[in-house]
């Protein structure tokens, strides 16, 4: 739930700034299908369109315990490092932004 409200505020506020976007475009990705959060309908920075993804960790999730109890700083950083890694593959089309919260 909290990772849809921050789509749609992130795909408001380029809206407000009359910045056409649209929220997980099909076909990206054809490996998992999986889709970004949204993608900038017009170039953004150096010819490239935007494309989002947003994350929310729970750092009390298996994954992230071992590495929460240490430090909370790390486990976004992780996550964000993880997100990167799937859409490597999109960034010599796309500027992409990860944000972990």
Known sequence: ??????????????SAA?????KEPSGLLCS??????????VPWQSG?????????ICPLADSYISDAARESGP???LAAARKEAKYA?????????????
């Open 18 to 22: 009359d910045v056409p976007v649209t």
């Open 75 to 77: 486990v976004a950083e």
């Open 48 to 56: 490239k369109a935007l494309c989002w993804d947003v994350t929310v």
């Open 32 to 41: 998992d299908g999986k889709r970004p959060g949204g993608l900038s309908l």
């Open 89 to 101: 593959a999109l960034d010599a089309a796309l500027h992409v932004r990860v944000n972990s919260l």
């Open 1 to 14: 739930m909290r990772h849809q409200a921050l789509n749609d505020l992130i795909a408001r506020s380029f």
